[in-house]
Nanobody
Framework: QVQVVESGGGLVQPGGSLRLSCAASGFTFSNAGASWYRQDPGKKRELVASVSSTGYGTNYSAYVKGRFTNSRDNAKKMLYLQMNNLKPEDTAVYFC????WGQGTQVTVSL
C-alpha cells in the first residue's frame, strides 16, 4: 500500500523552529521526487519546497527560502522539512507529496 505519513507539527512561537518528517512506504522512495505543500483554510494548497530523488536538487518558494531546509534520507525512506525563524504567516497544514498525499500535520506559529 502506497502511503506517506507526516509528523512533527505543533504550536511554536514566532522565531522558533520545527522539524517535520514524512515517512514513506509501499513504493520505491529513492526513485521519486518529493515535495512539501501547505494549506490555510480557504486558500489554495501551495508548494513550499521540493527535492529531487537523489536529494541533490532542491527548490523553495520565495516565502520560505533561507528559513526552511528540505532534505531526505533514502535509506530510511524519510523526507524532512527543517523550519527555522517561523513566522505567523507560516501557520498552515503541511502536507508531503511523494507519489501520493499524506494526511497533513498542523503547524501553528503564535505567541
Amino acid at each position: 500500500q502506497v502511503q506517506v505519513v507526516e509528523s512533527g507539527g505543533g504550536l511554536v512561537q514566532p522565531g522558533g523552529s520545527l522539524r517535520l518528517s514524512c515517512a514513506a512506504s509501499g513504493f520505491t522512495f529513492s526513485n521519486a521526487g518529493a515535495s512539501w505543500y501547505r494549506q490555510d483554510p480557504g486558500k489554495k494548497r501551495e508548494l513550499v519546497a521540493s527535492v529531487s530523488s537523489t536529494g541533490y536538487g532542491t527548490n523553495y518558494s520565495a516565502y520560505v527560502k533561507g528559513r526552511f531546509t528540505n532534505s531526505r534520507d533514502n535509506a530510511k525512506k524519510m523526507l524532512y522539512l527543517q523550519m527555522n525563524n517561523l513566522k505567523p504567516e507560516d501557520t498552515a497544514v503541511y502536507f508531503c507529496y511523494i507519489t501520493t498525499w499524506g494526511q497533513g500535520t498542523q503547524v501553528t506559529v503564535s505567541l
